[in-house]
Structures are given as structure tokens and as C-alpha cells.
């Protein structure tokens, strides 16, 4: 696991000399290489690798963006998102509980 200081400390040289706008063109070309990665993936036509290598890069500048955009902002919404998907997950539990008492599948198709 990559150490947080030092990914903190790039992050803020990375922001501070390159600047906001061309870190978020960045963030741009990064989101839009991992989305090609993983349909080429998907398709058959391209190693996993691949998308390693973009999740990697998306990471590095999602950080990036989270400073330019306010950091606590994204960390509240991230919050209020997290707490959605755990409702979600839980409902989805609860659904897949009742299938299987009701003798039917995880989707709901009978066994």
C-alpha cells in the first residue's frame, strides 16, 4: 500500500505545479482511458493489465481532484453515498433472505 503522507505531499506539488485546470483535463483523459481499458477488457480484446494500469492512474488524480474541488465537500458526499449503498445492500440481503425462504433463487427465478 502506497504511504499517505507521500501521496498527500504529491498530490499538493502535483496541484500546485501543474495547476487546477490541467489536472482536471488530466482527470478527463485518465477516466476516459480507464472506461477504454475496461470495455476493450470486457470484449475480449484486451489484457487485465490494462485495467490495473488505469484504475491506478484514476486513483492517483481522483486524489488530485478531491483537493481542487474541496476535499471536504467530496469526503461529506462521499459520506452521504456510502450510507446509500450500505441502505441498499442491506435491502438486497433482506430480499435475497426472503427468496431463499420462498424457495426461490438470489434473483428471484425458481429453482
Request: hydrophobic share 45%; net charge negative; charged share 30%.
Amino acid at each position: 500500500m502506497i504511504n499517505q503522507d507521500r501521496m498527500d505531499q504529491l498530490t499538493g506539488d502535483t496541484v500546485f505545479f501543474f495547476g487546477d485546470k490541467a489536472q482536471s483535463i488530466k482527470g478527463i483523459e485518465e477516466c476516459g482511458e480507464l472506461i477504454v481499458a475496461l470495455a476493450k477488457h470486457l470484449n475480449n480484446v484486451g489484457p487485465v493489465v490494462n485495467v490495473l494500469e488505469e484504475i491506478a492512474d484514476v486513483f492517483v488524480i481522483v486524489g488530485q481532484l478531491r483537493v481542487i474541488y474541496g476535499a471536504e465537500q467530496v469526503d461529506s458526499i462521499m459520506e452521504r453515498k456510502v450510507a446509500a449503498l450500505e441502505k441498499k445492500i442491506a435491502e438486497e440481503k433482506e430480499a435475497h433472505s426472503q427468496r431463499v425462504h420462498d424457495g426461490m433463487g438470489a434473483r428471484g427465478a425458481f429453482k
